[in-house]
């Protein structure tokens, strides 16, 4: 079975940065796209990033254009996650996701079929 391992999370300063790993472990690693996720207490989690696995298309949630960048590594299967110019509101855990195919929309949970475990990103004010 395919696992998604999250790491890079951690405590950091308003206006600094940190990036989010997410490993693919397994037999056979395939994806159509690959998304973050995020969830902060009491909330719903929430879309803040997709790539197309094959193309390299990125999408991204209004809210973190322009300070965060999708990437991935084909040789290494994992996808990062660079956030830069963090602000608290950017607190949440953020989970790894993957689709095996298109289901009509990148940005709803409900399109991924294998999630990671999360990694914690705490922004101090």
């Known amino acids: 079975q395919v696992q998604l391992v999250e790491s890079g999370g951690g405590l950091v300063q308003a206006g600094g940065s940190l990036r989010l790993s997410c490993a693919a472990s397994?037999?056979?690693?395939?994806?159509?796209?690959m998304g973050w996720f995020r969830q902060a207490p009491g909330k719903e989690r929430e879309f803040v990033a997709a790539?197309?696995?094959?193309?390299?298309?990125?999408y991204y949630a209004d809210s973190v254009k322009g300070r965060f960048t999708i990437s991935r590594d084909n040789a290494k299967n994992t996808v990062y996650l660079q956030m830069n110019s963090l602000k608290p509101e950017d607190t949440a855990v953020y989970y790894c996701?993957?689709?095996?195919?298109?289901?009509?929309?990148?940005?709803?949970?409900?399109?991924?079929?294998?999630w990671g475990q999360g990694t914690q990103v705490t922004v101090s004010s």
């Open positions: 996701g993957s689709s095996s195919y298109y289901r009509g929309s990148y940005y709803a949970t409900k399109s991924y079929d294998l």
């Open positions: 397994g037999r056979t690693f395939s994806s159509y796209a």
């Open positions: 790539i197309r696995w094959s193309i390299g298309s990125t």
